[in-house]
């Protein structure tokens, strides 16, 4: 590369990774304070918690259905504003407005059709923001614009946090047209500035449109990673859905852990988690550095370990202390695996046509992980008692950790740099 393409280079990676960020920054805001508020507008019409769980279960799982085949289509879409803008210019202020409309449904029918249209728009772009990453950037710097990304998201939960402490209680309605108004404005600079038929993979998906009639369904992706004889790209989905598991469980899971075995309040137990936020955010950046160094999926591994043996040891002294600081230790770990995880997909995707499938089936196993985790490591609850959770949750790591030992494995073998 030229001295002059380098920093042009860098400057683009720099913006893309801003806009890209921006995206995923109003869309999380949505879903953060969705998660934090629906809840109780449910519960003034229905008495039952399981019920209610399940209701709040259906954006995961219309997402397993909508997303992979979202991403397919626009895989596949070529207009002269690209393939990806297309749909969040669409997609991104319809969810707006339907989030605006959610506090306004006074009957149980009316609240229930509204998030269940309010789910299926916000999982149709859900996975098209973050697949103009590897639309525009390089393979070995997409993990530091990655971070980035997953930075911004994870300071959607503190804007959820102030948005409901200072608007919800007098201002209920009003409180849900913040971060709607959030996503419009992202979606207006992000539409302004972005074209995403100028980056590298949109033209390489139009070079390889004139070498090949149709383009590949969407089963027959599905076929080619299922009988792949590499098994690689399986056992990284399969991976992300373990893992995915552990981290929901240690979410989902820590306030009746913290009510339970560490004696606290409903509201301290609910408290505890903010330091490992911190340190998550703070480990990201590093993460996708060192991944640099010596591998990604050596990063995954470690990092899965870290998080494993920190919550094993946890078990070790129950105490608000001692779980707070294993938790900072786990969450630092864990950046390791969230960082890198969806740039090895990236990395192993076959083509430049099907950036936005393999960013679908990342998003896809981590939400059906996030469905599935809390209820398995529940049932391992109920059998060890919540004394031993973390210990629990630490066992679900160790497979996921198995499964990325056997993707290094395999790279090894085909001396491919993961």
């Known amino acids: 590369m030229s001295s002059l393409a380098a920093p042009t280079e860098r400057r683009l990676t720099r913006r893309i990774t801003f806009f890209v960020a921006l995206a995923v920054f109003a869309q999380e805001a949505t879903w953060d304070f969705y998660d934090a508020q629906v809840p109780?507008?449910?519960?003034?019409?229905?008495?039952?918690?399981?019920?209610?769980?399940?209701?709040?279960?259906?954006?995961?799982?219309?997402?397993?259905?909508?997303?992979?085949?979202?991403?397919?289509?626009?895989?596949?879409?070529?207009?002269?504003?690209?393939?990806?803008?297309?749909?969040?210019?669409?997609?991104?202020?319809?969810?707006?407005?339907?989030?605006?409309?959610?506090?306004?449904?006074?009957?149980?029918?009316?609240?229930?059709?509204?998030?269940?249209?309010?789910?299926?728009?916000?999982?149709?772009?859900?996975?098209?923001?973050?697949?103009?990453?590897?639309?525009?950037?390089?393979?070995?710097?997409?993990?530091?614009?990655?971070?980035?990304?997953?930075?911004?998201?994870?300071?959607?939960?503190?804007?959820?946090?102030?948005?409901?402490?200072?608007?919800?209680?007098?201002?209920?309605?009003?409180?849900?047209?913040?971060?709607?108004?959030?996503?419009?404005?992202?979606?207006?600079?992000?539409?302004?500035?972005?074209?995403?038929?100028?980056?590298?993979?949109?033209?390489?998906?139009?070079?390889?449109?004139?070498?090949?009639?149709?383009?590949?369904?969407?089963?027959?992706?599905?076929?080619?990673?299922?009988?792949?004889?590499?098994?690689?790209?399986?056992?990284?989905?399969?991976?992300?859905?373990?893992?995915?598991s552990a981290w929901f469980s240690s979410r989902s899971l820590f306030t009746p852990y913290g009510m339970e075995t560490l004696g606290l309040s409903r509201g301290e137990a609910g408290s505890l988690t903010f330091p490992s936020g911190i340190a998550f955010l703070t480990a990201a950046y590093p993460a996708a550095l060192l991944a640099e160094r010596i591998g990604r999926i050596r990063t995954m591994t470690i990092g899965m370990t870290v998080f494993g043996t920190s919550l094993g040891l946890g078990t070790l002294v129950p105490t608000p202390v001692v779980t707070v600081v294993s938790f900072c230790v786990a969450a630092a770990g864990a950046s390791g695996f969230l960082i890198n995880a969806a740039v090895v997909l990236w990395n192993l995707a076959p083509s430049a046509r099907v950036i936005g499938?393999?960013?679908?089936?990342?998003?896809?196993?981590?939400?059906?992980?996030?469905?599935?985790?809390?209820?398995?490591?529940?049932?391992?609850?109920?059998?060890?008692?919540?004394?031993?959770?973390?210990l629990d949750i630490a066992i679900v790591t160790a497979l996921a950790t198995a499964v990325i030992l056997r993707v290094a494995v395999l790279s090894r073998r085909r001396s491919i740099s993961l």
């Open 40 to 244: 109780p507008l449910l519960r003034e019409h229905i008495a039952s918690t399981a019920i209610v769980g399940l209701l709040m279960g259906m954006d995961n799982l219309l997402g397993i259905f909508v997303q992979p085949w979202i991403a397919h289509r626009s895989d596949n879409t070529r207009t002269r504003w690209g393939r990806r803008i297309p749909y969040l210019a669409v997609g991104m202020p319809l969810a707006a407005l339907l989030f605006t409309l959610i506090p306004l449904a006074t009957a149980l029918p009316a609240l229930i059709a509204i998030i269940f249209v309010y789910s299926l728009v916000g999982n149709s772009f859900k996975p098209i923001a973050q697949a103009l990453l590897p639309d525009f950037i390089e393979p070995e710097r997409r993990g530091r614009a990655n971070a980035v990304v997953k930075i911004a998201s994870g300071l959607t939960v503190v804007v959820s946090a102030l948005i409901s402490a200072v608007l919800v209680d007098d201002h209920p309605k009003l409180a849900f047209t913040v971060p709607a108004l959030l996503m419009l404005t992202c979606t207006a600079v992000l539409v302004l500035r972005v074209r995403d038929n100028t980056s590298r993979a949109y033209q390489l998906a139009l070079t390889e449109d004139a070498a090949q009639e149709s383009p590949q369904r969407l089963r027959d992706l599905a076929r080619d990673i299922l009988r792949d004889r590499d098994r690689s790209r399986l056992l990284v989905v399969t991976a992300v859905l373990l893992f995915a």
């Open 357 to 390: 499938v393999y960013t679908g089936l990342y998003t896809v196993s981590w939400a059906a992980g996030g469905f599935i985790g809390p209820g398995v490591v529940g049932a391992m609850v109920d059998i060890t008692g919540w004394r031993y959770m973390l």
